[in-house]
């Protein structure tokens, strides 16, 4: 269960995908360089290895527990996090005006990779609490800011999404939790949440829940929500801790994976809560921060499926099992060498590729669209990113169950048995497809939002710009080029099928929307792909320009080759589904399930 | 998590695909009427709800545990199983000749996905025992099949599978367990077995192990293997138990799923054992009752999915979530109502139609095989099941990952939390892909054994017939019909592809086993559910011989349409990779993994 930061992998995706020249150009990574970037990613892989994976098994046998109104974690995960804090991790890229680094997302989402690789349950943790600081720093008031974000970017004090309730998970136009004026200026928040990660731990000083609720006068529906702050502990006015808050966690669920982090239902009777922004805005600014959360999420599934393919290769690496097929020798071999076995392997190595390229493809749009001074780049850079944030989701963790399985087959019976690591893999990375926003969501918002609401523009340049891309690759490799020729001729004829349903008939273009999300993740990934077996082209023409190694360039051209012949062709399945797939579906009675 | 056994599914299934007139109307079936079926069904189905169904979360909440030397269950498991042996269900199709019924492995499939469905983990413990029937049936003395059969049969005495060990896994050549001849003319068996399913229990009087051992003049490798008897009680010469055997179980594993069964370390310290046949046939004897328990492992990859389906499909009639696409309701509507909760629940739907199918024609062929008076067509039948058995092996049991994971998906949050059941039914059913032969391992018996033996014969054959299915589906339906046309034709050039391959380079063959196996299940799956929607057509057309009702026979003819425009596409993908996908993957050397 040992695990190998890869580092090597993450700066070559960082140059090729996550295109870290232009955004060290950019004003806002000011005083930044790539000495320095590499610096962060060594140090990070470092921490990774040694002082978070080795928590990832402790905090599975150890899950969160509610003792007594506390919710208890293991001791393990209570020095990895003083660690973390310790060592600036958490404030990475929170607001440099508040105490964080403001590092550039890029930057950020490798390390992001290997906090979630290293353990899952702990990496939530940072993760929520940089969601809530996005929150406030956008919407909440100056004083607000100073209250909050400085403790919060130093780690000293934790944040949390209370969203969902029970009848309100998907469909937060149901929130009923309740907020009343007081006289200080305050509220009183009322209800019930449910499913909040680290809703409640003993790990920080104080936790600053961001909480979905309604005014007394508030009209029915998502125009009724607003948005407060309700701490664990009030603060006072010199910033010192004042009164414990009727903000509890009540009961913890008891989940498939993810054990060490507590998943809470959390209780709040008339807890002193403070509106953020405006009334009724409350959803939108959950909206404006969930971006950043659902690319994080994407990078979850990639990351623990990465993880498990490093502990499938040792084990194939090790276990001796029978001779091979090609009979070259006479003795049982490492099952590395059973093709069957290469395939499992390789399907995994060349789909994380493409996961992690894209994955920053998106941080680099986030770092575009934020901090780019040309505004028509920033605002190009902003649709780039809303078309590709749902496919990074879903994609990226729907492949996380496929991947993590097939790590586990690689095991034979020892992937069924617990000691071996294997099935924590399978069992952590299945939240990834279902929370922030299930991705059965995801598909909706990428035929509606992302597709139909431009008129496919967005998603039509970037399959022209795979063109151009692909027009390069036949000029190195005439049969990977035709490829993905075909690959984008598909891909736009599915675009132009998606548009043409949402106008007769939404209800065909949702049906198909699930096969149009793989189909353009499969295709885009195929693109990233491409340009990185163009870039180790490059690299391996000229000796300077390879600083990492000959082999490592190579490596990245055979899983471009991995990635086309085995990968790819699963867009044949989707162009079909999209194409004609849903009439069957819609058809059926529902009472004939 | 009520489970609600589909008799009439399984009656259909039994009709139209496990040929059930034909298999009544064999010798083999004298004295057994489609009433008798029916019955049958009917009663399994009751206990299956009523008796097993409830054990199945309490047995995976209380798993089981080694105390003091004795593997402990939750009582719940000692009553459902007196409760399954008293009512004869052990011995459904034991052999008449020794207590059982006889009946045939068409019938008693049905059950048995009845029994998996229930709890996969209790029905593991009367499995191995048929296993341990057929085998010493098959191959022991007649003083053996006395001593030991009758008890069996009644499920008195269980029986255990005693091959793998740490350094002998898939390749059981390694296997070192030794049997040193005694001067009772018993043998000495000493070793240690690991993944032993149900090894030792204390729900039966007595367990009786069958043991892979060498004899101390064997030659290495699988020749010099034998098959040994080995009681947990040695039995008396009156039948009576004598002294306790020095066979115990030393360790449980801890594992994914499957909790309620103890998978045991069986430690055999010269414990008495009895040479079963010749010595050095041992992995020979095994293999012939390998065929049927390899079904049964296809039919509990199913068995499991079916129930999660269930579940999934009535949680989406329940939860209310968000208003309809279509528009058609101002309110928000139960989650079925969305189309991309119809495809989920639709594509398990489908898919367990084609699997149901998939076991039944393997079950019906194993009948004939063995009781077909006309040794051309048991032989005929003989090659046909030989064909479909690692198909139905491997392709129920990876789908069972996929369609458990669909299930869990429809549940949002709610299938993370284990009280729901979901997360339950995916932990289970993993064991299935990789155990009684992991599924790479179905897929090389499939391209070597199974196609390159014969030169694609028996495989071309079924695509034959399923070219005469797809000429009278077109007369009904030409655009179905082309369809199926369509995916045999590539079914053809996939087995013509493999055979070359398996002549020119046989590890390319190997690296295109997997997609070669799909590709057939999915096809054959196709076919058969043509057949279906030909025989509900017939039905339809005639309210005498639609003894199900017409609601059913047009719920029939929609999952066909599912199927071909959701999981037949699927075909596309792997004749892809069938064609020229292992080039790629064979060229990777093995450092650059």
Redesign the interface.
């Known amino acids: 269960m040992i695990y190998h930061a890869p580092v090597n992998e993450l700066r070559f995706a960082l140059q090729v995908h996550g295109r870290l020249p232009e955004i060290l150009a950019l004003p806002s990574a000011a005083g930044l360089d790539q000495d320095t970037v590499d610096a962060v990613l060594e140090e990070a892989g470092k921490f990774a290895e040694q002082e978070l994976a080795p928590t990832n098994r402790t905090g599975d046998l150890n899950g969160a527990r509610l003792v007594d109104g506390k919710v208890l974690t293991h001791p393990d995960l209570a020095q990895a996090f003083a660690a973390y804090r310790d060592a600036g991790w958490l404030g990475l890229r929170a607001p440099a005006d508040y105490g964080g680094q403001g590092l550039p997302a890029v930057v950020s989402a490798a390390c992001e990779e290997m906090w979630c690789s290293a353990n899952l349950a702990f990496s939530l943790l940072p993760m929520l609490t940089l969601g809530a600081i996005e929150a406030i720093l956008s919407h909440a008031s100056d004083e607000q800011k100073q209250t909050y974000l400085p403790n919060m970017s130093q780690g000293l004090w934790s944040g949390t999404m209370n969203l969902?309730e029970p009848?309100a998970?998907?469909?937060l136009?149901?929130v009923a939790s309740k907020a009343v004026p007081k006289d200080n200026g305050a509220y009183a928040v009322s209800g019930q949440k449910?499913?909040i990660t680290w809703g409640d731990q003993e790990l920080t000083e104080n936790v600053i829940h961001l909480v979905l609720a309604r005014l007394p006068d508030a009209p029915a529906g998502v125009k009724g929500i607003s948005l407060f702050i309700v701490p664990k502990y009030l603060v006072n006015a010199d910033g010192s801790l004042g009164a414990r808050n009727a903000a509890h966690a009540v009961g913890l669920?008891?989940?498939?994976?993810i054990h060490a982090s507590p998943t809470c239902v959390m209780q709040f009777d008339e807890a002193e809560g403070y509106l953020i922004g405006e009334a009724g805005k409350g959803l939108m600014y959950m909206f404006t921060m969930m971006n950043h959360a659902r690319l994080g999420v994407g990078v979850e599934g990639h990351a623990v499926a990465e993880r498990a393919y490093q502990a499938a290769?040792a084990y194939?690496r090790e276990r001796?099992?029978?001779r091979d097929?090609?009979g070259h020798s006479k003795t049982?071999v490492t099952i590395?060498?059973?093709?069957?076995?290469?395939?499992?392997?390789?399907v995994q190595?060349a789909t994380l590729a493409a996961q992690r390229a894209l994955y920053m493809q998106a941080a680099a749009a986030i770092d575009t669209a934020h901090g780019h001074p040309n505004a028509d780049e920033a605002a190009r850079a902003e649709a780039v990113l809303n078309f590709l944030i749902p496919i990074v989701k879903s994609w990226c963790t729907d492949n996380g169950?496929v991947l993590t399985?097939l790590a586990?087959?690689v095991y034979?019976?020892m992937?069924?048995?617990?000691?071996t690591g294997a099935?924590q893999y399978?069992?952590d990375v299945?939240?990834t497809?279902?929370?922030e926003g299930?991705?059965?969501i995801q598909?909706?918002d990428l035929i509606g939002r992302k597709t139909a609401a431009d008129g496919g523009a967005v998603a039509r340049a970037l399959l022209a710009d795979g063109q151009s891309v692909a027009a390069k690759l036949a000029t190195v490799d005439a049969e990977l080029g035709a490829q993905l020729q075909q690959a984008l001729a598909l891909a736009e004829q599915s675009v132009a099928d998606i548009l043409a349903q949402m106008t007769s008939?939404?209800?065909?273009a949702?049906?198909a929307?699930?096969a149009y999300l793989n189909q353009m993740g499969c295709t885009l990934g195929a693109v990233a792909l491409a340009r990185a077996h163009l870039a180790a082209q490059d690299a391996l023409a000229d000796a300077a320009n390879a600083p990492l190694g000959e082999?490592f360039y190579?490596?990245q051209q055979?899983v471009t080759?991995?990635y086309?012949?085995?990968v790819l062709?699963?867009i044949?399945?989707h162009a079909?589904?999209v194409h004609?797939?849903?009439?069957?579906?819609?058809?059926?009675?529902?009472e004939?399930?």
Do not use: W
């Open positions: 969902t009848q998970g998907t469909d136009a149901q449910i499913f669920e008891h989940k498939l994976g290769l194939a001796v099992q029978s097929i090609g049982p590395i060498h059973h093709p069957d076995v290469r395939r499992m392997l390789l190595k169950t399985n586990m087959q034979g019976g992937g069924y048995v617990e000691e099935a399978v069992r299945r939240i497809p279902i929370y299930a991705n059965g598909a909706l008939n939404p209800e065909l949702a049906a929307s699930n082999d190579q490596t055979h080759q991995v086309f012949t085995q062709p699963q044949h399945t079909a589904l004609s797939g849903s009439p069957a579906l819609l058809a059926v009675p529902l004939s399930f």
